[in-house]
DNA sequence: AAAATAGTGTCTCTGAGACATTATGCG
DNA sequence: CGCATAATGTCTCAGAGACACTATTTT
């Protein structure tokens, strides 16, 4: 068999939050050429000596972005082709991370001029992204419409300890249709991957509601029925 | 930024079938080290001039392998880590495949020391795999076993034309337990895509069953519920 | 007519969704 | 006590599954 060139590979993160009750995307403004300039996509170049395996590598990315370790994130696609990139044929390792809003406040302050949070409207951000990363977050926006449908996956949208009220808000916010409090709580209750923190209440000027955790080891929990 | 070797990456397909009332994927034994002599997963190198992206890499290595142009296929995931092979850091595009096994007769003997099926079982197939091999097999079946509880992908597993009893026959051989024939019936009317095939009836000594076909442009099929 | 399988009809009972009611905190 | 929202209970109706029945071909 002949030997071919290895096409240049590269790791970006799609790092979607919910703020101010809407869907958003972190993007960086790009240093260098190729589209100096353009907003992009976070990511970067896999570290053979420093990352285990590609997971690894999209989690440094992740934390270096954001200073956030651990929120959800899973891989969502490669996408590699001879256009993406005016220097020739390249693929990229794109990822899908969901991260609490106020769980990164820092970072957002310390750099504002080259790292910020986009509105996503419909699946897309309003303004032009460098190669492909306008299809690479419109896949991403897809895959969470798609899976809120169906797994407890916006409970990582939310900081540590939420209420059943607030996550059904999430699920509301994301699909735009309003859900019946009893169903969704039957539910949340029969998956079984939340657990009460006793004790704790959240204050309020009516009844508090419970707070509860995701409970530890639980990965994302695949319902039996759409929502 | 500090300027990083990329990676060597590959393709990689797995070619899943059911042959004799099992599923078999497609493997090939290696000549060239590493792994000389291990079967392995059907795949090769990125060809930058005759591959538009890489879902086109993908249908080029498996018309190599099969002859067979247009089946069921889909990225699975990418892989990549230190470990998987011993030259160093590399990573594959896995791809996922189902052909039907008639489709394919003739490749298969052609060359039938170096090209063959192997039944699955359980996940694994019962030989050492070369590089993480088994552990993309096992993606890829557990991938299989996962969209067939809510999709419409079995139906690539049979040839152009098929019967609802050849179809109901498919679900039940993946998923290991026996369905309502008529309640299979109802989800397979209201996923409305198949269309009969008028005229054409399969002979039996019996009341021969009306023939289907995927309906053009029909991808895959998401069921309201499952299967 | 018998055999064998394709294809349709019916009945029941679960469970999802709509809605109502009760609970619990604050002022 | 009134207000606001949390949390739970109740009722109804659609629909999934179990099963029975009818249809259509060959021998």
Redesign the pocket.
């Given at each position: 068999m002949a030997e071919f060139l290895s096409p240049l590979v590269t790791i970006d993160v799609v790092i979607l939050t919910l703020r101010e009750g809407h869907l958003q995307v972190l993007l960086m403004r790009r240093g260098a050429e190729p589209f100096a300039g353009s907003w992009a996509l976070p990511g970067g170049y896999i570290h053979p000596e420093e990352d285990a395996d590609l997971d690894a590598a999209a989690r440094r990315v992740l934390h270096a972005k954001t200073g956030v370790r651990t929120p959800f994130m899973e891989q969502l696609q490669a996408f590699g082709d001879g256009q993406r990139d005016p220097r020739g044929w390249t693929a990229t390792f794109a990822y899908f991370a969901l991260v609490a809003s106020d769980a990164m406040v820092l970072k957002e302050g310390a750099n504002a001029e080259e790292v910020a949070w986009w509105q996503i409207k419909g699946k897309q951000v309003e303004t032009p992204l460098a190669f492909d990363h306008a299809r690479i977050v419109a896949a991403a926006v897809s895959r969470l419409r798609s899976k809120v449908e169906y797994t407890s996956l916006p409970a990582h949208l939310l900081p540590p300890k939420f209420?059943?009220?607030d996550l059904q808000k999430v699920y509301e916010q994301i699909l735009g249709r309003q859900m019946?409090?009893?169903?969704f709580?039957?539910r949340m209750a029969e998956a079984a991957f939340l657990e009460p923190v006793t004790g704790e209440k959240r204050?309020?000027?009516?009844?508090?509601?419970?707070l509860y955790r995701i409970k530890r080891g639980r990965g994302t929990i695949f319902f039996d029925?759409t929502i």
């Open positions: 209420t059943l009220p019946d409090k009893s169903a709580r039957k204050p309020a000027s009516n009844r508090p509601a419970q029925r």
